[in-house]
């Protein structure tokens, strides 16, 4: 296999990564602020915080990590995503620096506020949408170069029904990944009034997730056939995706095993975003960059293959010593260390 | 307009990093800090030093916070404002930014587990050695990204064939010409600046009227803990200091010509400090030191330093640079200075190291210590106009044509004005509403009121 294959697979991976810890994240942000809304506050901010605080600032990195390689291997992405995307990214700067520093301000500073607290729920939301336009754009028809100008089609991009739908689905997807995660947390945590909170978010946002999905699906078929045409050769990877949604479902809905309710649901996004991710093959950015053409040096990418396995066998033990001191700790999880 | 969208990313760019450095000077220097003096406290057996490291590492949370976002903000702004020089310079120095993403990974992880296990294990050295991994990952991140910065001043590591770069060796590019000097100048600034900062708080503390005695001897100890760290690492600074100005001389000889003034190639070349440019760029009103740049450029009174003259005029850098470089020295000299004189008195039983104006000295040195590396950092980076990729690419072949430059620089002011201003809101209210008197009292009941060892 060739390296920027690899190279690719592995950032694929890394951002998968990001979608899950993200969405854990960002949802469990959005839901605190709902709950302190609805005067549940006591019921699960505790759970959320303990959950949080420890980890906040690896759940950044994975992000980083994977915009880093990326345009490390691919540095013509570069090009054009910085070219295209300087609004809509730098907008996303300014939230992730809002959602990232207030959180610090609140959980380690002195005054509990709820400005703070509003922020960090808000761009919870926003930061999913905006971070998807990014995978909008790469579908191709959005970004134009002309004389060595690359600019975004704003007026397209806003009036597409792809982008909105795959706004809504980053949306409704960490609602949901989110809470499935809290119910399992707090089902380790033996915390009954908890679990029963967040359970009922997690059935409620199981709904519209499969249904952004399915909308999606839908308009990618009109704006991007080849796409489309891909992933439905790789059927048997949404049928997995589609089976472990229900299986999760079912988990949720039978009130047990919420740990394996949690691996289901996030095996069913594994298969969905891969399936996505290979249709894509052979471009990164229909129709300027694919993979072959657009890849560094090859001594660049053997590097950085390298550094990567070096980097891993480094972070690995120290992300299994994280999770067994917060995630994994029965004591801890209860509130007890 | 093609000028205005170079300069706004010039700005923007400038913003960025001038408001990160900050931040990133204490997420590198900090850590040492809280580790000696949590490690004194284990050995001594003595709570102050242990709560010197707790409150540090409390106050240090926040800054982490806000040099994380920032530094999020940087990383990638160098690919949406300068694209062009991502597209051609990501082929050689992916390498190293890669790298400084993993120390950074490595660094959030145990940042994580450190605060969040002071009671957690039976012997309190093992959480000790959780500092360890903090500091070698902040210390890494500090290295591999003064490498793309080195790379950027000396580029090496490829050849150039059509316009393109071509056998590109990752590993030369990281070990570029400028790579050594700048990261031993970096690393030595950083626990420079971080040391005198938390030694100008404990300064400030002790000039306070109202003291409680526990909470004097608290202080006492900290100021003398840090002003003897930054003695050491002023030293050393020093040392780096004249590392840097020989490298500059014979590889980017450009750089210290414009920033000592020196137009014309000349054995025993003077130093200049301060002073401006008549019309005829001759300077006026300085203060000269003969022969002192032929020793600081080559180690020897004599010898020839090339002058700005030997530089094509459109490949000049501003002169301006000057002021940024003599105000970086001099405040490096001062910090010295100011910290030697305090071991010295402090020496002398007849005399008193907490003498008001000495304290006073020492808590303007906390924030001196901080703009020296703004102008140093400044006088690095103008000293390579107009270039990039020194010799390759110019910084107006880089920067992004959009036409929305200009708005995105509002929107980050505007972002770091607020961080800055809650940054420091936050800090103060957390140190104010927690004094130390009480917190040791809190975590160590058996300590005796006033106890001064």
């Known amino acids: ?337 | 307009m093609e000028l205005d969208t170079v300069l706004m990313s010039r700005l923007l760019t400038a913003m960025t990093l001038g408001f990160h450095i900050i931040f990133a000077t204490l997420g590198v220097g900090v850590p040492l800090m809280i580790s000696i003096a949590e490690f004194l406290g284990i050995k001594k057996k003595d709570p102050h030093y242990t709560m010197l490291a707790r409150r540090w590492a409390r106050g240090f949370v926040i800054t982490v916070a806000v040099g994380v976002v920032t530094g999020t903000a940087i990383g990638l702004q160098l690919s949406l404002v300068w694209p062009n020089f991502m597209q051609v310079a990501g082929n050689v120095i992916a390498l190293p930014l890669f790298m400084e993403v993993f120390a950074f990974f490595f660094e959030a992880i145990f940042i994580g587990i450190y605060l969040y296990t002071w009671d957690r294990f039976k012997k309190p050295i093992t959480h000790w050695f959780l500092s360890i991994p903090i500091i070698i990952g902040g210390g890494m991140s500090a290295v591999f990204i003064t490498t793309v910065n080195a790379f950027m001043n000396t580029p090496d590591g490829f050849e150039m064939e059509n316009g393109v770069f071509a056998a590109v060796n990752p590993f030369e590019a990281m070990l570029n010409p400028a790579a050594p000097s700048k990261i031993f100048h970096v690393l030595s600034s950083a626990y420079l600046a971080c040391a005198v900062l938390l030694a100008a708080f404990a300064a400030f503390m002790l000039l306070k009227k109202k003291l409680s005695k526990q909470a004097s001897a608290y202080h006492k100890k900290a100021l003398k803990f840090t002003l003897t760290v930054t003695f050491v690492f002023a030293a050393i600074n020093f040392l780096a200091g004249d590392v840097s100005a020989k490298f500059l001389a014979d590889e980017q000889p450009e750089k210290l010509a414009a920033a000592e003034w020196h137009f014309e190639t000349e054995e025993g070349a003077d130093l200049i400090l301060f002073g401006w440019l008549n019309d005829n760029n001759e300077p006026v009103g300085e203060i000269r030191f003969p022969n002192v740049l032929s020793f600081l450029a080559h180690g020897d009174f004599n010898s020839e330093v090339t002058g700005l003259e030997e530089t094509p005029e459109d490949l000049r850098p501003p002169l301006w640079i000057h002021y940024m470089f003599d105000l970086m020295v001099v405040i490096g000299g001062f910090l010295l200075g100011i910290s030697l004189l305090y071991l010295i008195v402090s020496k002398v039983k007849k005399w008193n190291e907490h003498n008001k104006w000495l304290l006073w000295g020492i808590v303007l040195s906390g924030p001196l210590a901080f703009l020296a590396i703004e102008f140093g950092w400044i006088y690095a980076e103008e000293g390579r106009q107009p270039w990039i990729i020194r010799g390759y690419m110019t910084v107006s072949e880089a920067a992004t044509s959009s036409p929305y430059i200009g708005l995105m620089f509002l929107l980050f002011l505007g972002l770091y004005i607020v961080l800055g201003t809650l940054c420091v809101v936050v800090l103060r209210k957390l140190f104010r509403n927690n004094p130390v008197e009480e917190e040791l009292e809190k975590q160590y009941p058996t300590i005796e009121k006033g106890d001064e060892s």
Request: no cysteine; aromatic share 20%; net charge neutral.
């Open chain 1, 1 to 337: 296999m060739s390296y920027e294959i690899v190279g690719l697979a592995v950032l694929w991976i890394f951002l998968y990564g990001y979608l899950i810890v993200a969405s854990v994240d960002f949802g469990a942000g959005f839901f605190a602020y709902y709950a302190k809304v609805t005067k549940k506050d006591h019921i699960i901010n505790q759970l959320i915080s303990r959950y949080l605080s420890p980890v906040w600032e690896v759940t950044n990195v994975f992000f980083v990590f994977f915009f880093v390689g990326v345009v490390g291997f691919f540095p013509d992405t570069a090009y054009y995503y910085g070219s295209a995307l300087l609004v809509p990214a730098s907008i996303a700067i300014i939230l992730l620096a809002i959602r990232g520093s207030f959180y610090a301000f609140e959980n380690y500073g002195s005054k509990k506020s709820n400005v703070y607290m509003f922020l960090y729920g808000a761009t919870g939301l926003l930061i999913p949408a905006s971070l998807s336009v990014a995978l909008t754009l790469s579908e191709g028809g959005f970004i134009v170069e002309e004389n060595g100008v690359v600019s975004l089609q704003y007026m397209e991009l806003f009036t597409s029904p792809l982008a909105w739908s795959i706004v809504g689905l980053a949306i409704v997807s960490v609602l949901f990944i989110s809470s499935t995660f809290l119910t399992f947390y707090a089902s380790y945590a033996n915390d009954k009034p908890a679990l029963k909170l967040v359970r009922n978010y997690a059935l409620f946002w199981s709904t519209p997730t499969i249904i952004a999905g399915l909308t999606t699906f839908i308009f990618l078929s009109q704006h991007n056939e080849r796409h489309f045409q891909n992933m439905m050769d790789l059927w048997w990877m949404l049928g997995l995706s589609v089976g472990f949604f229900m299986i999760a479902m079912w988990l949720l809905y039978q009130g047990k095993r919420y740990g394996l309710a949690f691996i289901s649901v996030m095996l069913q996004f594994f298969f969905a975003f891969f399936a996505y991710g290979i249709g894509h093959y052979p471009y990164i950015l229909d129709p300027y960059i694919t993979i072959a053409d657009g890849a560094t040096h090859p001594s660049m990418g053997i590097a950085l293959i390298v550094a990567f396995i070096g980097g891993l066998l480094l972070l690995i033990p120290s992300l299994i010593l994280l999770m067994r001191l917060f995630l994994f700790d029965a004591d801890y999880v209860k509130g007890k260390k």
